[in-house]
C-alpha cells in the first residue's frame, strides 16, 4: 500500500485535491492522507467549500492561520515537518501555488520523500508575484509534474526538465466544475449586501446574462490608495450601464475601509458587494453573467470552460492558454471601460475548451500514481 500525503492550503487548492479525493476513495494500493494546513482558516473562505465538494474531513490540520508570507512559511514547514516524520508517506503531492505549495515541497525534499506537483509548469514571468516564486521553487525540487496544458509542458522542458517526468493530465479544477455544475445552477443567487440593510436576487432584482462579475485581491490592484480608488470609480462608471456584483475578498475590502472608499462606493446603487460565496453560489453566479472582470487566477480557467467572457486586469497570466484558446482576455487598467464597453455591444471575446478539460483529470492522476515507480 502507498501512503501519498495530499496537501490543501488555500480556498482554490480545494477545488483540486476533491476530485482526487473522491477517485481514492477505498482504493486498493493508494492510501490518501489529507493535511490542511490552514492557510486559509475563514469558513466562508474555506470551511464551506470541504463541505459542498463533499470533501472528507481533513486527516490532519496545521492551523498556520494568517500571517506574513516568511512567518506563515516557516510555520507549514515546522508543522508538516512532524507530519511527514510521523506518516512517513511515499509520496507527497502538492498543488497550486501558495505558500503552502512551496513550503510543504521543500519539507518532503529534505526528507528525501517523492514529491509530485500538480499544476506544475505554469509561468507568468512576473516575479513580483509571490505565486511565481512558489512555482519556481516547487518545480526546481519536486520529483513529478503534472500539468494542465501544453505550454506548462514546455516552461518545464525549457528549464531542464526531462519529459519523462511530465504528465500533462488535465484541468482538476474543471473536474470539479463538470461534476458540480447541476448542483450549482440550482443554488439560490440570493445574496446580502455588505453595508446595506437590504438583498438582491438573480432572478427578481435583474435576471441571467444581465450583470456581471467582479473578483479582485490582487496586492498591486487593491494595497495602493490610488490603484483602488481609479478601479471603483471605474466599477461605479460600469454600474450605471449594467449591475456589477462584488464577492469581496477580505483583504479587498480591509483596504476599502481604511482607505474611507465604503462612502463612494455606496454611492452607486448598482454596484454591489457581498460576502465571499460558497463553491455552488459563485459558479452559479459566474455562469449566468454578462461577463467576469477579474484579477484572479482560476477564474480565467472556469470562466474558459463556461464560455464566459474573461477580463483579467492584468500585465500577464500564468494560465496563458485560457488567452490562446478561451474566452479570457488580458487588459490594462486604462484599457477596463472600453473593453467592457466592447462586450456590452455585443464584441466579445468567446473560446474554446482546451485539450483534456473534460472532468476526467483525476481518473488519469490516479492511474499515473498506480504505475508510478520512483
Request: proline share 5%; charged share 20%; with cysteine.
Amino acid at each position: 500500500m502507498k501512503k501519498l500525503i495530499l496537501v490543501a492550503g488555500a480556498r482554490p487548492n480545494f477545488m483540486k485535491i476533491a476530485p482526487l479525493m473522491h477517485a481514492l476513495l477505498g482504493h486498493q494500493t493508494i492510501k490518501p492522507v489529507l493535511v490542511h494546513t490552514g492557510q486559509h482558516y475563514d469558513a466562508n473562505m474555506s470551511g464551506q467549500f470541504f463541505e459542498e465538494l463533499n470533501i472528507p474531513a481533513p486527516d490532519i490540520n496545521l492551523e498556520v492561520g494568517s500571517a506574513s508570507h516568511a512567518v506563515q512559511t516557516a510555520r507549514i514547514m515546522e508543522g508538516f515537518e512532524g507530519v511527514c516524520l510521523r506518516e512517513k508517506p511515499d509520496y507527497v503531492m502538492v498543488v497550486g501555488d501558495v505558500n503552502s505549495t512551496a513550503a510543504c515541497t521543500l519539507v518532503a525534499s529534505k526528507l528525501g520523500i517523492k514529491t509530485i506537483h500538480y499544476e506544475a509548469g505554469l509561468r507568468s514571468n512576473d516575479r513580483s508575484m509571490p505565486e511565481e516564486i512558489n512555482r519556481l521553487v516547487t518545480d526546481s525540487i519536486s520529483d513529478v509534474f503534472i500539468t494542465t496544458s501544453v505550454d506548462a509542458d514546455e516552461n518545464l522542458l525549457r528549464e531542464g526538465i526531462t519529459a519523462d517526468k511530465i504528465h500533462m493530465l488535465g484541468n482538476l479544477m474543471i473536474d470539479s466544475l463538470v461534476a458540480n455544475l447541476t448542483k450549482a445552477q440550482s443554488s439560490q443567487l440570493v445574496f446580502p449586501l455588505l453595508n446595506r440593510n437590504s438583498n438582491i436576487q438573480i432572478g427578481k432584482d435583474f435576471f441571467e446574462g444581465q450583470y456581471g462579475v467582479l473578483t479582485f485581491h490582487r496586492p498591486n490592484n487593491v494595497d495602493d490608495p490610488e490603484s483602488l480608488l481609479r478601479l471603483v470609480q471605474m466599477w461605479g462608471k460600469i454600474s450605471e450601464q449594467i449591475p456589477l456584483i462584488f464577492p469581496v475578498h477580505p483583504r479587498t475590502y480591509k483596504n476599502i475601509v481604511k482607505f474611507g472608499l465604503q462612502t463612494l462606493i455606496d454611492s452607486y446603487p448598482s454596484l454591489f458587494f457581498i460576502e465571499p460565496l460558497g463553491y455552488f453560489q459563485f459558479i452559479h453566479l459566474i455562469k449566468d453573467s454578462k461577463f467576469t472582470l477579474t484579477d484572479s487566477g482560476g477564474i480565467q480557467e472556469e470562466t474558459t470552460y463556461l464560455n464566459i467572457p474573461c477580463l483579467t486586469v492584468r500585465p500577464n497570466t500564468e494560465r496563458p492558454v485560457t488567452v490562446w484558446e478561451g474566452s479570457n482576455k488580458l487588459i490594462k487598467t486604462s484599457d477596463i471601460l472600453t473593453e467592457v464597453q466592447q462586450i456590452l455591444v455585443g464584441n466579445c471575446k468567446r473560446g474554446k475548451i482546451p485539450a483534456f478539460w473534460d472532468g476526467h483529470t483525476a481518473e488519469r492522476i490516479v492511474k499515473m500514481l498506480e504505475d508510478l515507480n520512483i
